[in-house]
C-alpha cells in the first residue's frame, strides 16, 4: 500500500512562506487526484487544495492565490507551495490520494508574530 509521508512545517510569520512536500513511497504517475488537507485544533480537516493527473487544480476559497499546489511524477511528491501565511492557517497539514489512504502524521505549521 502507498505511504504518503509530509514534511516541510514550521514557525513563520505572517506574511512568510513555506513549501510542503508529501512524499509517497511508490510511484504517483497513474494516481489520479491528489490533495492537501489541514487541521486546527478542535476543528474538523478541511480540504485545502487538489491537482489532478492532468494538472488541474481546486483551491479552497481562503487559500486561492497564496496557495500553490503542484506534483512532480519523477520525484513521486506533492508540494505546497504556501505564501502571504496568516494566522488562521495554522494547522496540521496532510496531504493524501482519492480514494483514501490511512493519515499520516502530518506536518505542523504554525503562523505568528
Known amino acids: 500500500q502507498l505511504q504518503l509521508v509530509e514534511s516541510g512545517g514550521g514557525l513563520v510569520q505572517p506574511g512568510g512562506s513555506l513549501r510542503l512536500s508529501c512524499a509517497a513511497s511508490g510511484s504517483i504517475v497513474s494516481i489520479n487526484v491528489m490533495e492537501w488537507y489541514r487541521q486546527a485544533p478542535g476543528k474538523q480537516r478541511d480540504l485545502v487544495a487538489r491537482i489532478t493527473r492532468v494538472f488541474t487544480t481546486y483551491y479552497a476559497d481562503s487559500v486561492k492565490g497564496r496557495f500553490t499546489i503542484s506534483r512532480d511524477n519523477t520525484k513521486n511528491t506533492v508540494y505546497l507551495q504556501m505564501n502571504s501565511l496568516k494566522p488562521e492557517d495554522t494547522a496540521v497539514y496532510y496531504c493524501?490520494?482519492?480514494?483514501?489512504?490511512?493519515w499520516g502524521q502530518g506536518t505542523q505549521v504554525t503562523v505568528s508574530s
Open positions: 493524501n490520494v482519492v480514494p483514501t489512504l490511512p
